[in-house]
Every structure is written in C-alpha cells, then in structure tokens.
C-alpha cells in the first residue's frame, strides 16, 4: 500500500516519513508541498538520509492520485478541496484542523469561514472510537494539545470523578509552532525561556478538548487552557485539573485510572510516586500519565506528557491509518522513547 | 555597611554576591559555608572574577560576627540558632523557609519538627508590608515560587475580583533546585524536557501561597499548585488561575492591576496582548505580568514571570534590606533583564 | 539468540535496550548493574515502558552466564575478568576502554595499571576490520571521539591526502560524561554554556585516535584533540583538520570522499554546500560527513555530526556484533534521525 | 553626553541600549531603525522596562545628528555614508564590518564592493591601541570571533612563542545570527543540536583574525577557522591552536599569558587546571582564557569565553567610546556574568 504526503517539508510531514520509513506495509508515494515544491527532501529533512535525493512535487489532486493513502499536513482551510477530488476508497488524513470539530458554531467562533464538517475523528483512545476508525475513508487527526488533554481526563470523566470545569496548563516544545520562520520562535528567542501565549480562552484547541471531554462525561465541559512556550523542541507536559466530585478518594481515582489503560497499548498509567517527563516520550507514540488526588484543594489532578509530532500529530494519524485499513493499531509505531 | 553571606557557594550565595558586587552602599564581608569551607570562592563562583581568590570560611557565629547584614542561605533548620547569636542589631536575612510560615501548623504539616516562629516577610509589594520592613532586623525571604504567584494574584485579591480557589502551574528553570548534584538535575536529564513533581498540593510552597492570598483577600484561599521543571537555568513562569467574580468585567481587572502596579518599582504589567517571557527578567529584580478574564471559562488568568534567583531569592532579599536599613527600595538592583 | 547487558541503569545501556527492543535476532535477556541492582528498570530508564517492571540483578558471572552475547557498559578496569569467566562462545562487547588499545605503553600512559590486551577493534569501517570482526567473539567498542574522528578523516589518510598532524575540536552532548551525578554536569551548569575540558592532549581518547589514523595511514599520525562540552543531551560534532598534502586538489579530495563511502550504509557525505549538523543524526547510527579543501590555510577540514550514543556507542556495538554473528550488518539499526 | 543608537531593535542595539542605561556619563538619546521604525521599543526589547514606550525613529542623518556619540548597528555598505553626514565632532560607532579591514584587497575578497576604508580599531588589549583610540571620532568595531581568537593568542605571538598557522574551531551562540528570522536559526533547529556553517576559510571574520594576529606577530599569520552553530543564546567558546616554537616550555608559556593578561581590566588568565566556561562571561564584558603547552602534538592551545553581544560587540563598543571620550576605561562595563 501506497502512501502521499502533501506537505512534506514541514515538521509534521518529516514525522510521518520518519515514522512511515519504519512501518512494515505502507510504502512511501509521492512527497508534495507547495513552495518547496522542485527542491530535494534532503534540503528540508536531512535526517531522513534515504529519501534525500527524492523530488518534491506539487499539491495537486493529480500528484496524490493513485494512493491508498493520503495525508495531508497543510495550513487550515484547505484539505475539503484535496479530499474532494481523491476518491471515496482512498484513506485521506487530515493533520489540519478542518475536521475536527463537530459544532459549526465553534468552528466559526475559533477559526472563522466556513465549517467544512467533521471526519470520524482519529483518537482510537476514546470511547467506542476504534470501532468508527475501522474501514474509515476519511479521518481529522486531533490538535496535539487535545490529544494529551483528552487522555489525561478521559479516565476521571468516564467515571464520573471530577466536575466538569476544568484547568489546563500545558506546555509544548517549538514544533508545535511549525517551520515558518517567525522572530518570536528564533532559537535566540527561545532558548532559557518560557512563554505563555494564547491566554484567556483563545487558542483554537479549547473548544476540541472541550467537545472530547464533554463526550466522554455525557455533558458540558469548560476549559480553561493557557499554552505555555517551552525551550525544547518536541514534547507536551499537560497539567490538567478539575474539581473533584464529593467524597472521592484516592484509590477510586487510581484505579480508575488503571483501569481505563490497563489495554491501551500506547499509554501508560505510571507507578505511584513517579510523574510524567517529555524525553521518556521522545520520538515515540506513546503517553505518560499520572494522577493525584489534592486533597487540601479537593481537585484531581492529571498530568501527561507526549511528543507533539508523535503521538500528538504523525504517530495518532498512523494509529488511526492502522485501524481504518485494517491494520494492527500498533503496527510500525515505536513506543521507546530516545533519551537521554 | 558590610554583609555577610552564608552558604556563600551555593546559588543563592552567588546570587547574593552577584548583585552585592553592585550595589553602593553594602560592601561584601565575610564569605561563608560548610562543606566548601577552605577553598577560593574562584571554585565556585567562576563568573565573579573579583572575588576568585577570596576563601570561603566556615558559618560559625564568630565569623559572621561584625556585619550589619547577614544573609543566610542554608537549608532549613538552621538560621534561628544562627541568628539568635547574631545580635539585634544586626540585619538577619533568611533566604530558607524557617521564618516565612506564621501558621504553626502549617509548618509542622509540610515541614515536620518545630517551628521556629515568623519573621518580617520580605515581599514589600504585600499591603503595608514596606512599613514592616522599615527598620527591621529579621527579615524572611520569601519562596521563589511564593513571590510569583503572590504577585501575579495580588491585585485580583485587593480588589476582590476572585473567588478564593487557585489553580497554579509554575514552571520552573532548575538553578530552584539548587546545586547538590542529583542524578535527576543533570543536564543529560533535563535538556530538552518538562517534567512535573511535588504534585497535588506536597509542595512546600503551597501554604506560603495560602498564606500571602489569603492576607490579601481577607479571607482563606485555597491553593491546588503544580511545579514543572523546565529546561532552562533561571526562570519561573507562573500560570495563576481563579474564578471570577459574578459580573466582573475585562475592564474592572485590567484597571485593578493597573492601578496595583502603577508605583511598583519592580513589577510591570505588560500591554494588553504581550503575554510574559522568563527572559525578560532574567538577571533583573523585575517581575513582567499579564492578566486576563476568560469568559468562557469564567476565570482570572494571570501570568507572571520573573527570574527565581533575583526577584525569586537574592534580588527580593536585597530590595528588603534596602529597607531595613532605611536606604531607597530600589538601590543596587538590576532592572534590566540580560536577554537574549 | 539472547542478549546480557551490564551496567543497564546508565546511558550506554539504556541505549543498548533501546535498540535491542528494535532487533529482529536478539532477545534480551539479563539487565545487570552495581549499585541499583534489585530496582526495577523503570527507575532508570523510564523511556523503556515495555521494560519497566524487569528487576536489575547484580553483575556477576552467573547472572551473564548462557547469553549469546554479553554488552558490558562498565566502568573501566572490569571486564577483562567478567570476559574471562563467559566462555569462549559467547560474544562479548566491551563498551569501555580496556581493551582498545593495542598499545600497553598508550594504555599506561593514558589510563595507568595493567594493560588487559586489545580485543578485535569494533569499527567495520576500518579497512579490512569487516573481516576482523567476522566470527570475532570479543569486540572492544571504539570511543564514541574516536569513531567520530576517524570516520571523519579516513577518506583523506587511506588515499594520502593529508599531512598526519590533526587537529581535533569536538562539541559532545553531556550523555558522554554518563550519568554518575557531578556538580559541573547539573543542568543550571550546561545549559546556556559551552566549555572546554581536558584540553592539551590529556584526554583519553587521543591515542586511540591515533592509532587508528597511523593504521590507516601507514605512518604515525599526531592528534591535538580538544573536547568540548556543549548544552545538548547527545551528538558529537568533530571538526578534523590536517595539512593537505602539496598539490591537493578541491576535486581529488571530494572523490576521496566519495569513493571511501559509497559502499558504507551508516556514513553519508552530504551534498556540497551543506555542513553537518548533530539533530540529523539523533537516536540513530548514521554520520553526516563533509569536507573541504581550505586553500588560504592549506588545510583539509573534515566535519561530522554522530549521535555518542548510538553510532558512537550501542548502535556501534550491534552493528559490530551483527558481523560477529553472521547477521546482516545493519539489522535493527536506525538510520533516520529524530528531528527536529 | 547623549548618545543615538542605529539598529536599536536588533540584538546588537538591544545589548548597547542594555548597558547604556548603566552607565553614568552616556545618556540615551535617539533610538532608531529601518523597518521597525515608529513602533514602540518595548515591542522589540521586552527586557528593557525602562525604555518600553520610547518610540523608534528612522535612521536618518537628521534623527542622528546633535549626539556626542553615534552608534551604528546596520548591515554593512551603510556606516560610511551615514558617518560622512554626521560630522566629525561626533564619536561614530560603527559596530559593522565596513571599517574593519586595512587591506582593500581582502575585503574584495570576503565582502565585495568598494572598500569604505578602515577607522581606529576598537580592540584596546592590542598593544598600542589604548593611544590610538584616545580621541578618536571614528571607531571600528571588531567581530565578535576576531575578538575572542585574537585575545586568546594575542600573548603567544607578542612573545613569539607560536608559528604563524593558527587553528581556530569556535562555537557561537545564535544571537550571533541576528534576529531576522530564517528557517535555520528556529529554536526546533538549534535546540539540541550543534552545527558547523562558513568551513573552509570562507567566513568573513577570517582576514580580520590574520590582520590581528600579524600585526602582533610582526609577520603574517594564517587562519584556518571552523565557526560551530551551538544550542544557545550567547557566548562564544574559541580553541586556538598553533604549533609551538622549538623549544617552548609549558611554563615560559605560561608566564607570557600572566604577563599579557596582568593589567588586563576585562580579561582573566584562570588558575591553572580550570578552563573557560561561556557561562561565566554571560552578560559581562569579560573574557576567561586558559592555556597550555600539547606536549605531545607540539601545540600551543588557548581556549578562551566571552560573551558575543557584551565583549564581542556592546561592551567593547563602549569600552572603546569610554577611551575615545576620555572617560575610564572600565565605566559602566560589569564585569560579572550571570549565572548560572
């Protein structure tokens, strides 16, 4: 099976070919982008040495033709339009935000224009959703921060464990922000400091963490979400807190928490004591997680820690691929992280 | 005048010694410490080429004797048998936790072992706190991240805006955790990754928090805090979050820390939408604050930085003494971060 | 086949379980170490979920006993005699230094006490080593310097390209300084600074530089190495300079180059005009070489970016053993990067 | 005395303006610049406070004029025509390369262009320069490697203790690079990883070095320099190595370095066994040199730090201005860095 990658130059694109370039049955088609269009891979991911010789060609719909699969890592806006002219038996990945969210509202308060519908949403972790990934044609790869946002709360609020108003603060490497240069994301800039931006209930992946853990808890869910820039290149380490239900103790909330991972071969429920780091993530498809209980502050509180061009973006959308071509989920996904 | 310092090769004592270097009216004295005791300062201290060749002394009440100013940078435990050998005349700065907590209880909660009793707090920006200063001869310096977030919320708090149920995460550079080697601290370890501890309200700045907030607001204040170890030096970058008060507006809280700040010679709220960066502050005695209301979520959200060996420790303790010794609050401190 | 690996707590063997859980062949077997012998293996290495709960056992002879392969990462001084208790069957790695010298008064000189012999030098890229190390069931693994350099400037002494005086400088990540906890090692230390250490011909490695230039070359060759520690987990960025021999030409030295590893699958000379760089090589067992004729200076200036970790250290070591073995040269070795 | 800075929003500009608001006898006058004209400072300088509301003007000869001292932070080909405008009463600053070389050939060769002739050379530790830049109304600048390589073998080759063939590999921190944003320099690229770039004796500081190092030394000198891309903001760590005079021993060496460096204010010789670490030197205007005799390759190798923004642009520049206006030499300069 054949696999296109339209916006290969960026840092998504890379991950998916890292990844791909160890995944034992999709095989590596055409590589496209638009400026970069006509120049070798090697000139944008030089740690990709075997692909450094091929071409990038343009995004067209007759570039990515003839694929069984197809992911497109572009800016907002545009993947309905490549989808549309792909075919109904291709598998589209859409790494962009166009897909996500279910509520039209939303979408219009958060991103503006007009809402091109959602996709059967590719975070095989919640409930019931491997089953809807399974045959899927066309799939919406969640945002990185709901991705780890989702997993932290997922067990408290399938449970029924915490109030549904929650706290999240999370911060990310610098890939998250992609390649485009910018001054404010210059390594002199960077480097020794920690930022925070998109305050106050503007970042565009509020209301998708709000729509997953609503679904999961069966009612609203608010969130309250500050980003925070941090001087590393990968990885998200989420902290993510919500007012405990009455009378819940700490060994309900941990064996809620067991039992929700206990299967999921990407997760981990980490040992008691011990709390979540972004390099045991590195470079992996897997998840950190621990929970406590405040007591004095009568809140639970989850952290996580993921890699965001991983788990967080390239690896998911590989997870879900898996599923919707029958695959197995893990087939070709590392869980080793490199570290140190 | 002459200053004293122990736990001279620490960072902290650097810190001290740093700022002193620059400062007209205190001249450094006796350099003191325990196991490092014997060797040049120069071994430890490399970027303060003037006192290279000046030798660490052991920290024994005769050779702190003579000064008028004595900091402390000791682990907790021993400055009040210290300082009671000092003499009253003496300015007594304890840059550890002995002497912050009022609240006995509190201190045998998060502490253990007796509580050795409260002195002057060292943060001038709390309430009538500078006329406590003026004059005083024991002053408690507070908690890095204790300042922080007692800053960030202080106006919210004066004004009334909040309702008394905080949720901080606090990243952190890992100069916080001292300089003891542990296998944890090394470089290989924390480079390139953010990791959470202390979590769900262990940490031993929590009840200072508590303790500041709820000074200010009259009230008791809950506080469920979250540190992150971030890789980068020096820095605490405070996310500080409280539900608002029903029918407060965007206006009302932008005026209320405006107003706050306005003669604050140290802290700077930052213009509508330039959230804060640790490298702003680093190396300066400033702290840069941003504030929001989060309608959807309902919530103050304010963000602080500043760096935690400056304003966070040596810096804040220097802008105390300063007082006590009746000098200008702002005498010898770097306003200027050293960035990028 | 099954695989030991002592000293798996610190870097060099969490590397080795890292590539081993990605071995088609090798099943690894007893994880041994000194001092955190009877802890889990997810204290130490918690980027190896699948691992976590394996319990370390002390490192003796029993504990190694009936592997295939035994990896030693020890400090050096011990494993001439834990080779001598496993049997001439079994393949032993040694990760350390002991045995790479050829050379007992180089040894003496450089690390004093015995001299324990040389073993069969781990560097298929050596001309005519392939050979060697078919069948080899003792390998010494080179430094993770030394293999740097000597790939960097193998091209130019086997086809008598260069004077034999180098000149090395080399910026190493701090996961080549390993894991024991050191106050210079602490993050607050690294970060933001770069320092040289063991400068004029003290460091370790030097003679093992030499030896295999001089082995190359035909002739004795002197190395002037200066390490220098850089604010990075890993890599190794070398850049080797030597005399050009008269007459040397910019088109002659390239085809040096390209003739020289054409054939190699782990060593790439980039495209003209692009310069090593470290992130490209991340978590992998590849080198990323470039050279040039400086014509002002009269110098042949070779760079090359590897991972101390992997091609440097255990990815070096597995492709040396899957040659040991019969296996595929580079079997279950990464050749993609982890970047950005 | 009133001083205007050209480029006030760029890294140079902001490290001038850093220092200048301490400094007792220059007052800031105007701040000007290109593309950033007519915003406020704060949106470019966020760690000056002070100057946050100051607007930017353009740079103009009439924005420039009535300033006792003018400093120039602009790409090269401007300085000239901008300091033939302001009069030569003025102290004009030219923290650019256009005056820099002696030699119009080599600038031909390494920039291009007319040749705008050379002005005093602001490099006080250069025997004899102190004299000329008294008074002087013209001052060039030095790079920032020409400034570290130079102080480095500055005594070596006033004694005559080196051949005139000089290896120089220096690592650089990214602010090096500017602020205008390019892929290359992203905090995703340079986090963890160490690049080289200019090999070959291509980089425009090389004839800069030789004309330094030849004047010293009485005879030419060759430079072959490698600049290394290091994963952090500021500093630069040089290793300068030449072959040794016949016969040199290690402690006529080093006496030449204690003579040289004796009444040096801003350059410190370190104890012997401890080499220079850029940490040290972060924010100040020093600089640390270490070194010794490579008995064995025959070398002399010095390693030196300086911060590049301090010492290896601003802090020199005034260092110069404060000789050029008669003022000590060491006014408002900090000699302490800020660590860790």
């Not at 603060?169 to 920690?194: D, I, N, Q, R």
Request: hydrophobic share 45%; proline share 8%; with cysteine.
């Amino acid at each position: 099976m054949r696999a296109a990658i339209a916006g290969a130059s960026g840092y998504a694109g890379g991950e998916l070919l890292r990844l791909l370039l160890g995944h034992p049955t999709l095989r590596i088609g055409a590589l496209t982008a638009a400026s970069s269009a006509g120049t070798p891979l090697g000139d944008h991911q030089p740690h990709l040495p075997q692909l450094a010789s091929r071409l990038i060609e343009e995004t067209t719909p007759e570039t990515l033709a003839g694929h069984d699969v197809v992911f497109l890592a572009l800016p907002h806006g545009h993947s309905a339009a490549v989808a549309a002219r792909l075919g109904d038996e291709c598998v589209v990945v859409d790494c962009g935000a166009d897909h996500r969210l279910t509520d039209p509202a939303a979408w219009q308060e958060f991103y503006g224009g007009a809402h091109a519908g959602s996709w059967p949403y590719g975070l095989p972790e919640l409930p019931g959703q491997r089953e809807v990934l399974k045959g899927a044609r066309r799939i919406a790869v969640p945002g990185c921060y709901p991705t780890a946002v989702t997993l932290a709360l997922l067990p408290a609020y399938a449970a029924g464990l915490a109030e549904p108003e929650v706290v999240v603060v999370a911060a990310s490497g610098t890939s998250g922000a992609g390649k485009a240069p910018k001054a404010h994301l210059l390594g002199s800039e960077v480097m020794g400091s920690a930022s925070a931006y998109g305050v106050g209930g503007v970042h565009r992946h509020t209301p998708e963490m709000e729509q997953n853990l609503g679904r999961v808890a069966g009612t609203p869910v608010s969130v309250s979400f500050t980003p925070v820039l941090a001087p590393m290149s990968r990885g998200i380490l989420a902290t993510c807190t919500a007012p405990a239900v009455p009378g819940l103790t700490a060994k309900a909330l941990r064996e809620a928490y067991e039992d929700a991972f206990a299967a999921e071969p990407f997760v981990t429920l980490l040992p008691e004591g011990r709390w979540p780091a972004t390099a045991t993530t590195y470079g992996a498809n897997t998840a950190a997680v621990q929970v406590t209980l405040d007591r004095r502050a009568g809140r639970v509180v989850a952290v996580i820690a993921i890699d965001n061009l991983t788990k967080g973006t390239a690896g998911g959308a590989i997870q879900s691929v898996n599923l919707a071509l029958g695959l197995p989920e893990e087939l070709g996904l590392p869980t080793t992280g490199v570290a140190p």
